[in-house]
């Protein structure tokens, strides 16, 4: 892909979303629909501030290009050693869209993360939800049907939509008295609830 940048051709191996205004060269974020994690803040804030890191390697080749006043180099006293320094700049540039476009990629990978837990949540019973949104159950990203009790270590309870069944996994490993109380409430409480529910 080619962009005119004040009259200079530069060719990109990625694709521009935006090229617009002050910056020039800008990249899309991508809208969450209020959907938003600690880890996608931080890489929001990342893009934005490699985007900026790129607008200035920018205007550095521009202003040093300008230098030249549109004199062939051949023609002028350390014309390779011009040469040589705006492909350092190339390089640099080249560098950063990399990064750039790296961090874009897990951008779009938090926000398929995130999209992967609210849609388990449609299938979620609704005793669950009422832990989830008290804070009592932490839902597991990499498996979103599977649910942390907030204070207790490597136990986890594990909701299976295709038979509507409630299980438990690595609950012998929980030593501490008090975690157990806490594992062992959670999950009791959501068994019964369940229950009530589906003799309903």
Same mark, same amino acid.
């Given at each position: 892909m080619q =962009?005119?940048?004040?009259?200079f051709?530069l060719r990109?191996?990625?694709?521009?979303d +935006? +090229?617009?205004?002050d910056?020039w060269?800008? #990249?899309?974020?991508t809208?969450?629909?209020g959907?938003?994690?600690k880890?996608?803040?931080?890489?929001q *804030?990342?893009?934005v501030k !490699?985007q900026a890191?790129?607008? &200035?390697k920018?205007d550095?080749?521009?202003?040093t290009?300008?230098?030249?006043?549109? *004199?062939?180099?051949?023609?002028k006293r350390n014309?390779?050693?011009?040469?040589?320094? #705006?492909?350092?700049?190339?390089?640099?540039?080249?560098t950063q869209? !990399?990064s750039?476009e %790296?961090t874009h990629?897990a951008?779009?990978r938090?926000?398929? !993360?995130i999209?992967?837990?609210?849609?388990a949540? !449609?299938?979620?019973?609704?005793?669950? =939800?009422k832990?989830?949104?008290?804070? *009592?159950?932490i839902q597991w990203?990499m498996?979103?049907n599977?649910?942390?009790?907030?204070g207790?270590? $490597?136990? $986890?309870i594990v #909701?299976e939509?295709? %038979?509507? =069944?409630?299980?438990?996994r690595?609950?012998?490993e929980? %030593? &501490?008295q008090a975690? #157990?109380?806490?594992? %062992?409430n959670?999950?009791?409480?959501?068994?019964t609830?369940?229950q009530?529910?589906s +003799?309903e």
């Amino acid at each position: 892909m080619q =962009l005119m940048c004040r009259g200079f051709y530069l060719r990109f191996c990625v694709v521009c979303d +935006v +090229v617009s205004g002050d910056g020039w060269y800008l #990249w899309g974020l991508t809208k969450t629909d209020g959907m938003d994690t600690k880890k996608l803040a931080i890489l929001q *804030q990342s893009l934005v501030k !490699k985007q900026a890191a790129l607008n &200035d390697k920018f205007d550095t080749h521009f202003a040093t290009v300008a230098q030249a006043n549109g *004199q062939p180099l051949n023609d002028k006293r350390n014309g390779q050693a011009t040469l040589n320094k #705006w492909e350092k700049q190339n390089d640099g540039i080249r560098t950063q869209i !990399k990064s750039i476009e %790296k961090t874009h990629q897990a951008i779009e990978r938090e926000e398929g !993360k995130i999209s992967g837990v609210e849609n388990a949540k !449609k299938s979620l019973p609704e005793p669950i =939800l009422k832990m989830l949104a008290s804070g *009592q159950l932490i839902q597991w990203r990499m498996h979103p049907n599977t649910f942390f009790v907030k204070g207790v270590d $490597r136990a $986890r309870i594990v #909701w299976e939509p295709k %038979k509507n =069944l409630l299980m438990n996994r690595y609950r012998t490993e929980v %030593k &501490d008295q008090a975690q #157990w109380t806490l594992f %062992k409430n959670a999950y009791n409480t959501l068994l019964t609830e369940l229950q009530n529910i589906s +003799v309903e």
